[in-house]
């Protein structure tokens, strides 16, 4: 049954069940998880929304990687020092933002970002600047962190789970000895002796902490693949431990892999902040979201601004994250999902249709 | 069993006995103690640096020196621990049994209140699943997921207590205060109980007004200012809690819990005068634990007289609701000693603090003030901590439960025709729990290790404030101290969380 008769079928209002009727219908596993994505339409946002804002903020900048310069859109670097504007502020406050959203019926002048959009700080550098470069190394450590556990966690799950016995043993009594050092306590005293390494370097020691709860869990499904039919089958038509691991078991496990991922990135943003706001992770003069808040709070009352546009972009990110994970756990795990409400159930639409349907 | 758990603890010890040994070298390596004194001009530098050499062992190399540490530490086990002393010759042990009543008035609130209404909210979002409450509460917590706790903190110094404290000096609800509370609530209400189109309106309206008139009644008899219950209220509202838990405990219908439940509520304005007595007399600790024995007592009497045959449930819900009318009499009293409080030199008619624990100018002696003071202290810290892990709770409870009720043993259970009360309350809810329980004990664990963030905005000095403090200022015995107590519970409590899982769920084996 195609889409245009699917429209107009009457059980259509039934979204889940003819996407559950569609899995009969030769769609490949991956085709099914990228339709129940993109129904969730706060998480497409939020994908479409993420996209953005890194492609926004890693523009905006100069960038040096190795031999590869980039000039950025944005006028002012983190380094420049422009004059202090201090014309038309409120409460005689220094460098206050020229960003301007309110159209010119409303208050006379009209939409435009002016010199400093988002002000500027306490020796006059370029705040938007700042903000943009603390955008991108939050985003750059969280995929850091993010890429390290996954890896991490999920080889000792699945080395754990899948053989068993005493390697078992020894990978989980590790990951206990992992999990009693706190990732915030570790960042603290590597940081405080050598925090100056930079930000890649925070990124990757905490990701080497952040793997456990994840190879736990796959750990948890992995032992339970294990034991399934087509395990066996393929053992029994002889495949190797590695083909089982990689073709098999996997695949199945990836959902569980990639949400956790998700969630563990969002937490992973604000560890960051956390550890810059305590002095232990980004070290200035480099910049970072946290850090900006920590060095500005006290300078809430008089310059808001200072306070507002590192959270705010630390907000939108984490959010983001947070939306996609919801949508890819619904994509992959759609078990909380096809419960059918009392409004469902009252619906004119008899159940049995659903039922002739799907033969 | 026995076996499993001894095993356990063994590999437990032998954890914690590595990742103190690595911890304690990572630690030494960090920074150097005497650094300050080394650069220092005064004139008995040199000698200070001897006594703090000698003190804390610092010619002796540290793998060597966590050997000491730990030679302190075994002493537990001939009933003689000994944590070492800080950097300022005061034993570490003193030091921390001072910071862990700070800390855990500090989570502790927060952490049972975000349990309490995360737990609440994640099944009603899950009874509504897909419904715009639904959403919104996803909306809401993901966005709370995404909240740097110090910048919440800051938010909520300069927004909530400076707007509140304004409000409690001049105790006046405004028109545009009045009416978008009424809105708010409405909403609330309307999107909770949710139903056909009309009934969503006349819930609104009907939540609307009374939020609106209740608060105009209480701006007109300017109960703002003298806040109390008094007998008739708490007569009032322990009949609505009577109702309320025999409700959800047992069913409108089950006649003697509803009868047991509302002697309770009558009991309350009778025993309201006497109680007032014994709280007046400032609080003798001796006379709550008693309090508290007589009530239950009571309400187990009660429920003797009221059931003859299944008593369970019904004394179930006579001491669920014996007990919160007394929390209503431990409300009223707050309630009673707030006017007194405020005028207070040492408050001065601003009551919500932004920083420190305790109020410092507040004369000792009265036991309810200092119980108020205390509790006033907690207001922002617990609110800004209950945001962050609220959430969490939320998306949890909702999770389990919308799994719970996919199950087949719930479908049986609403095939037999039981009440939908009775599906949700004893066969979905209970299972929802028991993942439950074993994160909540983890968490609980968790609280001593203290929120070092919270307790940095808000100036309170608590075991995070003790670990930073041991870090910045390179004190070994003192960051170990915490760093053990807080893994050796966090360790264990995995234990535990391990062994309830098992013992709640027969699905589930351990040891094997």
Known sequence: MGKKSNAMDPTADFSDHSIANLETKGLSQGQIVRRRFIRHRAAVGSLFLLGSIIIFVFSALNLHILFFHYHGWWKYSTTDLPELMYKNCPNDSIGCPTLDVIPKFIDGTGVGLGAHPFGQDDIGRDYFALVMRGAQRSILVMFIIGIIAAVIGTVIGAIAGFFRGWVDAVLMRFTDFIITIPSIIIGSVIGFHFGNLGVMFLAFYLGMFSWTGLSRLVRGEFLSLREREFVDAARVAGASNRRIIFKHILPNAVGVIIVSVTLLMSGAILLETALSYLGFGVIPPDVSLGLLISQYQDAFTTRPWLFWYPGIFIIIIALCVNFIGDGLRDAFDPRQRARLTKRMRTRKVPLENQGAKSE | ?512
């Not at chain 2, 910048?151 to 409000?167: D, E, G, P, S």
């Not at chain 2, 007595?277 to 429920?303: D, E, K, M």
């Not at chain 2, 009221?306 to 609701?321: M, S, Y």
């Not at chain 2, 209503?328 to 001065?348: G, H, S």
């Open chain 2, 1 to 512: 069993m026995f076996a499993y758990i001894m095993r356990r603890l063994g590999v437990l010890f032998v954890i914690l006995f590595g990742s103190s040994f690595i911890l304690y070298n990572l630690a030494a390596i960090s920074g150097d103690p005497l650094e300050a004194l080394r650069t220092s001009s005064a004139p008995n530098a040199k000698q200070q640096m001897l006594v703090l050499t000698r003190s804390l062992h610092l010619n002796i190399p540290p793998p060597i020196r966590y050997f000491i540490w730990l030679k302190g530490i075994l002493g537990v086990f001939i009933g003689h621990i000994d944590f070492g002393m800080t950097r300022n010759a005061q034993p570490v042990a003193t030091s921390i049994s001072a910071a862990i009543p700070v800390t855990i008035r500090l989570v502790a609130g927060a952490t049972f209140v975000a349990i309490l209404l995360g737990i609440t909210m994640g099944i009603v979002t899950a009874l509504r699943q897909y419904s715009r409450f639904d959403y919104f509460m996803t909306f809401v917590s993901f966005l709370m997921f995404s909240l740097p706790i110090f910048w919440v903190a800051v938010l909520l110094k300069q927004y909530l207590a400076i707007t509140f404290n304004n409000f409690l000096s001049h105790p006046t609800v405004t028109p545009g205060w009045l009416i978008g509370l009424s809105i708010a609530s409405g909403i609330f209400w309307a999107a909770v109980i949710s139903g056909s189109r009309k009934r969503v309106w006349s819930i609104f309206v009907a939540a609307a007004s009374s939020t609106g008139i209740f608060l105009e009644i209480l701006s007109i008899t300017k109960w703002f200012i003298h806040p109390g219950l008094g007998p008739v209220i708490i007569l009032g509202a322990g009949i609505g809690v009577a109702f309320a838990i025999t409700q959800l405990s047992t069913g409108i219908s089950h006649r003697p819990a509803l009868k047991a439940a509302l002697v309770m509520a009558a009991m309350g304005p009778v025993v309201y005068y006497p109680v007032q007595y014994i709280f007046n007399t400032n609080g003798r600790l001796i006379s709550f634990p008693l309090l508290v024995l007589v009530t239950i007592g009571f309400a187990v009497a009660i429920s003797f007289y009221f059931a003859k045959i299944d008593r369970g449930p019904v004394i179930r819900t006579a001491v669920l609701t014996a007990s919160l009318i007394g929390i209503l009499l431990i409300v009223d009293k707050f309630m009673q000693t707030w006017r007194p409080y405020m005028e207070t030199d040492a408050v001065n008619y601003r009551p919500i603090p932004t920083v420190s624990q305790a109020n410092s100018l507040l004369a000792p002696g009265n036991y309810w003030f200092t119980a108020l003071d205390i509790l006033v202290h907690m207001f922002l810290p617990t609110i800004a901590l209950t945001l962050i892990s609220f959430a969490g709770y939320t998306r949890y409870s909702r999770g389990t439960l919308l799994d719970v009720l996919n199950q087949d043993y719930i479908r049986t259970a609403r095939a037999k025709g039981l009440t939908e009360r009775t599906v949700i309350m004893r066969h979905a809810f209970r299972n929802t729990m028991i993942p439950l329980t074993t994160i909540i004990v983890v968490d609980i664990a968790g609280i001593i290790g203290g929120a070092i963030i919270t307790e940095r905005v808000f100036g309170w000095v608590g075991m995070g404030t003790l670990f930073n403090q041991a870090l910045t200022s390179f004190d070994l015995n003192l960051l170990m101290g915490v760093f053990l107590l807080t893994s050796f519970l966090t360790v264990f409590a995995n234990l535990v969380a391990d062994l309830l899982y098992s013992a709640l769920d027969p699905r589930i084996r351990v040891g094997g």
